[in-house]
């Protein structure tokens, strides 16, 4: 079955760096775009990054632009996000994410937390 599992949380400064790890298993990692996702405390589950699996094309939410990287590992079967210049507002679980024919799956998500 499909299986995601993040790893890299934790707790930050602001201006800190943070790399998440999403390692993949159940599906063909290589036929799938492959997105972050992030919610915080209150607020609705949101959209972060996103890489296409053939031309490893990326795009990103506004805020986290020239801030945040994701990249895949198509042979670890791993998906990453470096974090830089972490901000409190970036305060979240993050979540790792693949849709297979129409159906999201989603990690157990894992804690970022930015504060002074």
């Known amino acids: 079955q499909v299986q995601l599992v993040e790893s890299g949380g934790g707790f930050v400064q602001p201006g800190g760096s943070l790399r998440l790890s999403c390692a993949a298993s159940?599906?063909?990692?290589?036929?799938?775009?492959m997105k972050w996702y992030r919610q915080a405390p209150g607020k609705a589950r949101e959209f972060v990054a996103q890489?296409?699996?053939?031309?490893?094309?990326?795009r990103y939410m506004e805020s986290v632009k020239g801030r945040f990287t994701i990249s895949r590992d198509d042979a670890e079967k791993t998906v990453a996000l470096q974090m830089n210049d972490l901000k409190p507002e970036d305060t979240a679980v993050y979540y790792c994410?693949?849709?297979?024919?129409?159906?999201?799956?989603w990690g157990q998500g894992t804690q970022v937390t930015v504060s002074s």
């Open positions: 994410n693949v849709r297979i024919v129409g159906i999201d799956y």
């Open positions: 159940g599906f063909t990692f290589t036929d799938h775009f």
């Open positions: 890489i296409t699996n053939r031309d490893r094309r990326t």
